[in-house]
């Protein structure tokens, strides 16, 4: 027999430990150690006796030449909704495991309903968390009523298997993988052996039935998927809904994909109809802006190779003497923030040291790119002379902690969104000037912050 041994796992780091302790002592995360049994493997009982006896449980495989190997088998199939398409490079592969996830509320469920409409065969959705009735009420809100749609309230993996086993849907959802549990494991729904447990044995049989599967994934509190790791190494594709709760805006991410790039951005946005596919979202950012006003700037950020132009806003206020002067950034990096207050006192000459800094990204965006420092410099600047930007002017470009200006990534493709939308200069880093030209616009290089700023008509001298 296979020995089976209480162990503490890590939930970050998946490392396996004797005893519990409140830190881990590998990577050194708080109360992230839970429960788990060594040693375990996801068959059944009858399984593990054949195994420990010494018996194959599965043929072995076969090896092949690559050329003879059959790569039809993992063309995407369109899952017709354009945005979901785009994030995963055509559509879901047959046979693959995708992991949605996304914070409470963010729309997961929404998402994968319309996606089991607009699939083109027959597809089951398998609800862990919330009744029948109450998807049945959503699909009518969506417009998702059809007759190849099947749905089950299901929480145990055998009954989950046995109704794709009756239902033979082309597509299932499972809804989510935290509330599933394989009766066979002593442990509850949502612990680190059920939901590895359940996803193993999900992959195996998505791949021996050519099906995909989709499964929604709870985030923890600090945007890491719930359970260990390891989950993130059994499937194949790792999608990440994002978006701020009070925006209706939602970004779509891949974050591991087996079948093609992690580039792509999927943009969706909340209506009372279930979610939308924003194809002009430039369009949509830009909405509300208020031009004229000082601290503002429109920066065209690339989102894998997707252009947005997004609005930057940044507001300075003389602090009282007495408290340290606060520092608030939203959409983009704190730390990034702090470094870019930095080399503009030492670089350029402007002490904002003793005034209070809120520098944000308009519409729930969020830019990890540097591509965005130079625009959050102009704006915090226009800010602290109040004086406002031009309303035609674009910028983009990385700082360096000398004040030099470094190109940012795909600088045309940038410029050519931005002109697309009616902006006609652009201050960019000498060095992404050279060979580039686009019509409509006049490109202004500056080599360091400094000369950026002058060229913004922020400082005179
Ligand atoms: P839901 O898909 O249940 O989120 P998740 O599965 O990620 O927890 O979506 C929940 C939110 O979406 C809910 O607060 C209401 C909102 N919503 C709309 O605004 N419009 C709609 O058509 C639907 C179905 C939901
Ligand atoms: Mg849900």
Same mark, same amino acid.
């Given at each position: 027999?296979?020995?089976?041994?209480?162990?503490?796992?890590?939930?970050?780091?998946?490392?396996?430990?004797?005893?519990?302790? @409140?830190?881990?002592?590998?990577?050194?995360?708080?109360?992230?150690?839970?429960?788990?049994?060594?040693?375990?493997?996801?068959?059944?009982?009858?399984?593990?006796?054949?195994?420990?006896?010494?018996?194959?449980?599965?043929?072995?495989?076969?090896?092949?030449?690559?050329?003879?190997?059959?790569?039809?088998?993992?063309?995407?199939?369109?899952?017709?909704?354009?945005?979901?398409?785009?994030?995963?490079?055509? @559509?879901?592969?047959?046979?693959?495991?995708?992991?949605?996830? @996304?914070?409470?509320?963010?729309?997961?469920?929404?998402?994968?309903?319309?996606?089991?409409?607009?699939?083109?065969?027959?597809?089951?959705?398998?609800?862990?968390?919330?009744?029948?009735?109450?998807?049945?009420?959503?699909?009518?809100?969506?417009?998702?009523?059809?007759?190849?749609?099947?749905?089950?309230?299901?929480?145990?993996?055998?009954?989950?298997?046995?109704?794709?086993?009756?239902?033979?849907?082309?597509?299932?959802?499972?809804?989510?993988?935290?509330?599933?549990?394989?009766?066979?494991?002593?442990?509850?729904?949502?612990?680190?052996?059920?939901?590895?447990?359940?996803?193993?044995?999900?992959?195996?049989?998505?791949?021996?039935?050519?099906?995909?599967?989709?499964?929604?994934?709870?985030?923890?509190?600090?945007?890491?998927?719930? @359970?260990?790791?390891?989950?993130?190494?059994?499937?194949?594709?790792?999608?990440?809904?994002?978006?701020?709760?009070?925006?209706?805006?939602?970004?779509?991410?891949?974050?591991?994909?087996?079948?093609?790039?992690?580039?792509?951005?999927?943009?969706?946005?909340?209506?009372?109809?279930?979610?939308?596919?924003?194809?002009?979202?430039?369009?949509?950012?830009?909405?509300?802006?208020?031009?004229?006003?000082?601290?503002?700037?429109?920066?065209?950020?690339?989102?894998?190779?997707?252009?947005?132009?997004?609005?930057?806003?940044?507001?300075?206020?003389?602090?009282?003497?007495?408290?340290?002067?606060?520092?608030?950034?939203?959409?983009?990096?704190?730390?990034?923030?702090?470094?870019?207050?930095?080399?503009?006192?030492?670089?350029?000459?402007?002490?904002?040291?003793?005034?209070?800094?809120?520098?944000?990204?308009?519409?729930?965006?969020?830019?990890?790119?540097?591509?965005?420092?130079?625009?959050?410099?102009?704006?915090?600047?226009?800010?602290?002379?109040?004086?406002?930007?031009?309303?035609?002017?674009?910028?983009?470009?990385?700082?360096?902690?000398?004040?030099?200006?470094?190109?940012?990534?795909?600088?045309?493709?940038?410029?050519?969104?931005?002109?697309?939308?009616?902006?006609?200069?652009?201050?960019?880093?000498?060095?992404?000037?050279?060979?580039?030209?686009?019509?409509?616009?006049?490109?202004?290089?500056?080599?360091?912050?400094?000369?950026?700023?002058?060229?913004?008509?922020?400082?005179?001298?």
């Amino acid at each position: 027999m296979v020995k089976l041994r209480t162990i503490y796992r890590c939930t970050d780091c998946g490392v396996a430990l004797p005893k519990w302790a @409140g830190r881990c002592g590998a990577c050194g995360a708080w109360n992230s150690l839970v429960e788990d049994v060594e040693g375990f493997a996801p068959y059944s009982p009858a399984e593990l006796i054949s195994l420990s006896n010494g018996m194959a449980l599965v043929p072995p495989g076969e090896p092949k030449p690559i050329n003879a190997l059959d790569a039809k088998i993992s063309i995407p199939q369109p899952s017709g909704l354009e945005e979901l398409d785009r994030v995963l490079g055509g @559509g879901l592969v047959p046979g693959s495991v995708t992991l949605l996830g @996304g914070e409470p509320g963010i729309g997961k469920s929404t998402l994968l309903l319309q996606l089991l409409a607009a699939w083109p065969t027959k597809t089951l959705y398998i609800t862990a968390e919330e009744s029948a009735q109450q998807v049945r009420l959503r699909a009518e809100r969506l417009g998702a009523i059809r007759p190849d749609l099947w749905l089950v309230a299901e929480m145990s993996l055998t009954n989950i298997i046995a109704a794709i086993e009756s239902v033979k849907p082309q597509l299932v959802i499972i809804d989510s993988i935290q509330a599933i549990a394989d009766p066979q494991l002593n442990s509850a729904p949502g612990s680190v052996a059920q939901v590895r447990g359940c996803a193993h044995r999900l992959v195996q049989e998505a791949k021996a039935r050519d099906l995909p599967i989709v499964l929604v994934g709870h985030v923890t509190k600090d945007g890491g998927l719930a @359970g260990p790791r390891v989950l993130e190494h059994v499937v194949d594709t790792v999608l990440s809904f994002e978006g701020e709760r009070h925006h209706a805006l939602r970004l779509l991410r891949a974050v591991k994909h087996r079948y093609g790039s992690t580039n792509e951005l999927g943009l969706f946005e909340m209506t009372e109809n279930g979610l939308r596919s924003v194809p002009d979202a430039s369009k949509l950012f830009l909405a509300d802006r208020r031009p004229g006003v000082p601290g503002s700037i429109v920066v065209p950020a690339l989102e894998g190779h997707r252009p947005l132009l997004v609005e930057v806003q940044a507001l300075t206020n003389l602090s009282p003497s007495h408290i340290t002067p606060r520092r608030s950034a939203q959409g983009i990096d704190a730390g990034r923030l702090a470094m870019l207050l930095a080399v503009l006192e030492r670089r350029a000459d402007i002490n904002l040291s003793q005034h209070e800094v809120f520098a944000s990204v308009v519409g729930g965006v969020k830019l990890g790119e540097p591509g965005a420092d130079l625009g959050v410099c102009l704006a915090l600047v226009s800010a602290a002379t109040n004086t406002p930007l031009a309303e035609n002017l674009v910028t983009c470009g990385e700082v360096g902690l000398a004040g030099e200006l470094r190109q940012a990534g795909n600088t045309a493709r940038r410029l050519a969104e931005a002109a697309r939308l009616g902006f006609t200069r652009a201050i960019i880093p000498a060095s992404s000037a050279v060979d580039i030209k686009i019509s409509g616009m006049t490109l202004e290089p500056a080599h360091t912050v400094a000369e950026a700023l002058k060229l913004a008509g922020l400082v005179t001298e």
